[in-house]
Every structure is written in C-alpha cells, then in structure tokens.
C-alpha cells in the first residue's frame, strides 16, 4: 500500500518533467527557426519585393526590414499615385509563434490603406465595409529558394515575398511600381496570349495592371476552364509579368510572361513544372482556335454562359460612336423622348434554365440611372430606374453556341413600360425571332474575355463579355 502510494506521488511528477522538457525542446525550435526568418528578412541588401493579395488582385510592395523591428516600404496603389509615389513609408513589424511562425506589421502603413474599411481610402465597395479583404498578419507556409509563400490570418490571402535585385530596387526608386502596371495592362489588353503545350492550350487575357483572364482546353481529355488569375509587373527593368498564384492547367504550370527587348514582344511563358522549358507564346488579336462550348459550356448542359455583359456601356461620352449601342440606335435619345434623362445604363443577356428543362435567353437592362420621370408613378426622380427584363423561349443547335429566339416575349418589372413607351421597343424587336451565334470575339478595346452574339442579320452584331460565375 505504501509502496502504491509513493507511486502516485512519483509518477505525475515524472510526465510533468518530461513534458516540460519537450515544451522547452518545441520553443526553442521555433525561436531558432524565427530567428533565421528574422535575419533573412533584415539582411537582403536591397530588400524585398512582396505581392500581398485582396480582393481585388496582387498589390505590390517594397519592403526593407531593418533593426529595432522597423520596415520600409513603398507601394503601387494607383490609387495614391499622386501623393506617395516614390515616398517611402515606415511601420513597425514582428515574428512571433502563433500557430505557425508569422510575421506581422504592427503599425500605420501602405498595408492599412487596402486593409482601411473607408471605401473613400481603400477602394473597397461601398457596400462592404471590409476594405479589400486582405490581411495584416502573415503565416509562413514554407520558406524555399529564398522565397517565402505565406498566408494571411484572417482572410487567408496568400502573400509572395521574393528578394530584390539591384535593379528592382532602382525600378522602385524610379517609380516603376507606380507607372509600370497601367503601360502594360493598357499594352496588352487588346491581345490574346497563347501557348499549347501538348494537348492542352492555354490563353490569357490582360484585364487590368492586376488581373487577367485565364481560359485553357486539352483536345486529349476534352476538358477546360476559365478563370480570373493575377500579376505584377517586375519593375528591373525587364517589363516581364510574375504570376503569385501559379496558372494551373491539366498539364502544365506556368508562373509569368517573358518580354524580349531584342524583338520588342513578350515571346514566352516562364514555367513551375519540373524539367519543362519555357512555353512559347503568340501574342494577337486573333482569339483562341479551341471550342466555346469544350471551355464554358453550352445551352442545356449543367455549365451554360449564364451571363453576358454588354461591352458598350453608354457611362461617360454618350455622343461618342464607339460606344452608341449597336443593338439600339442612340437609346439614350430614346430615353429622353421618355422624360428621362440617362446617364449611364448596362445590358446583361443570359440564359435561364427552366424547371421543365427549356431554355430562355434573357436581356436586361440593368443598373439605369439618370434624371427624370419615374414611367410608373410620373413623379420627378434623380435616382436609379427599374430593371427591365425581356425573356425569349429558344431552341438550341451546335451545341449551344447556335439559337433561334422565338416570337414570344415575356416582360418583367419595368421591362412593359420600356418597350411601350418606345424606349427598347427596337432593342427587343431585334431580339424576336432571329438565329444567333456565340462566338470569340476580337473586338479589341474590351476590358476582358470578349464573346460575340452575332445574329444572322449582320446588320446586328452585340460584343459581350463572359462574367465571372
């Protein structure tokens, strides 16, 4: 009995030793492992260049961390390019132990004005109050190659931190980060980017100086996908694109376009996969060979273009012809014959799947805004106006990408009051009846991935753009 209790006694005190022992062992571990981060961070020369992502792509920034925990930085936010480029900000950082090593900057900075939830600082939608969605506090995911991959906290936006060259670091002290990104975006857009590797063909499409289009298809497994992917722009001089997020496909996967200053062109792409050279590109307007329906679908499957919008957005100069809508000769005319006075409207088309398994293509006019008459109530109004829908019952051939609308609309919301007061009477007259092809397009001054709806009238021709699902 004795014995039995010297036993208890003895024995809790043994595994709290032990355990404290392996505490101290794991602790220890971490602070050496911070420690060497530490040091890395502080003593790149030139400090590093880190693509920290939002919800509105990669932003950019320069950042030199010095002793006492201080970090310089510099940014590319178009936003503030009048007042900070160039200026070089100051923040305080730290690495501690949470539940991986994570770097966080603990003061004001470059980095509170994306995370700032004032839409008016940054940029943010006004609805959302959530700034763009990124992210203070950094968690290490692996440190390899001089690279560290980390992840936010909170938002869990990834974050790309690479050392800077010498010539980055003169890029930066030139302004590059501020100028380079509109050149490029405003240089490429009108193009398509192409590669094929095997089987599988790959397009990108420059969206804006963070994001592009990303659509691929492999003629082997008969598969494809499009999705929204994002850049940033080196700023050492060699105009080349870095991807953060690699662009994955069922093959291959590349991490950034190469520009040949010889040949004054971007030529190709740079790869992540093991043994695989550089990808050659052709850079054009023509869009890509491979199938619309192989990619995104295609009427009466489970994946169908369930959104096309207008690319000839009336917003701005209405007089101007390039954005006179085709698909109804100066409207805004048309409006003001209706006691309203418009100053910006959009026009979706989409097709909705019915219970029954048919098939509608529907135009909207969305979004309508302007000065005049309320067409229900008759009362004064300098706000938004109603949606308006058309929906056409259509039979479908080719997969989709051909249809025929019929005679019949149905009218909702606002849409009777539209078409009777004469406002898209034409607009929705042109749309009865008629065969339709969907098609890529090369209208070249889109902002993104542009389709075509050609009718077989050629006289009625709507460039759309894929939306994102």
């Not at 040091?39 to 790149?44: F, G, H, R, T």
């Not at 991986?100 to 004001?108: C, Q």
């Not at 440190?143 to 060259?165: D, H, L, Q, T, W």
């Amino acid at each position: 009995f004795l014995w039995l209790l010297c036993l208890l006694q003895v024995a809790p005190s043994c595994e709290r030793e032990t355990l404290l022992t392996l505490d101290n062992s794991v602790d220890d571990r971490i602070n050496s492992l911070i420690n060497t981060y530490v040091e890395d961070l502080k003593s790149s020369e030139h400090g590093w260049m880190a693509s920290i992502g939002t919800s509105e792509g990669y932003y950019r920034f320069w950042m030199h961390f010095r002793d006492s925990n201080v970090v310089h930085m510099q940014t590319d936010n178009p936003r503030y390019e009048s007042m900070y480029k160039g200026t070089t900000d100051t923040s305080t950082y730290a690495f501690r132990a949470l539940q991986r090593p994570t770097l966080i900057f603990a003061t004001y900075s470059y980095l509170s004005l994306i995370n700032d939830p004032n839409p008016s600082i940054s940029g943010s939608d006004s609805r959302s109050y959530k700034g763009l969605s990124t992210d203070f506090e950094f968690e290490v995911e692996r440190y390899e190659g001089g690279v560290f991959y980390m992840i936010g906290r909170f938002n869990k936006v990834k974050a790309v931190f690479k050392k800077a060259s010498a010539a980055e670091k003169a890029g930066v002290d030139a302004g590059l980060m501020m100028e380079l990104p509109k050149q490029i975006a405003d240089t490429l857009k009108s193009y398509y980017i192409k590669a094929k590797h095997g089987a599988t063909e790959i397009v990108t499409k420059v969206y804006d100086n963070r994001r592009l289009y990303v659509f691929w298809y492999d003629s082997e497994t008969d598969k494809g996908e499009e999705k929204t992917g994002y850049y940033n722009v080196e700023v050492d001089g060699s105009r080349n694109l870095f991807f953060p997020e690699e662009v994955a496909t069922s093959s291959i996967a590349v991490n950034g376009l190469t520009y040949e200053a010889a040949q004054e062109k971007y030529t190709h792409f740079t790869t992540t996969s093991a043994g695989t050279p550089a990808i050659n590109v052709e850079v054009s307007y023509n869009p890509p060979d491979f199938p619309l329906s192989k990619v995104f679908g295609y009427v009466g499957s489970d994946r169908i273009f369930d959104k096309l919008s207008c690319i000839t957005s009336l917003e701005g100069d209405l007089s101007d012809g390039e954005k006179e809508a085709k698909s109804s000769v100066e409207l805004m005319l048309k409006f003001f014959s209706a006691s309203i006075l418009c100053l910006g409207y959009e026009i979706d088309c989409y097709f909705t799947k019915l219970p029954d398994g048919n098939v509608e293509w529907n135009v909207a006019l969305q979004g309508v805004s302007g000065i005049g008459l309320d067409l229900e109530t008759g009362q004064t109004l300098t706000a938004s106006f109603p949606t308006a829908t058309y929906a056409f019952p259509v039979t479908v051939e080719n997969n989709g990408l051909t249809f025929t609308t019929s005679n019949e609309v149905k009218m909702y919301a606002g849409a009777k009051l539209y078409y009777e007061k004469g406002v898209l009477t034409q607009l929705v007259d042109n749309f009865k009846s008629n065969t339709f092809n969907i098609g890529w397009s090369d209208y070249k001054n889109s902002g993104g991935l542009a389709l075509e709806v050609a009718s077989e009238d050629e006289a009625f021709v709507l460039p759309v753009l894929l939306s994102k699902r």
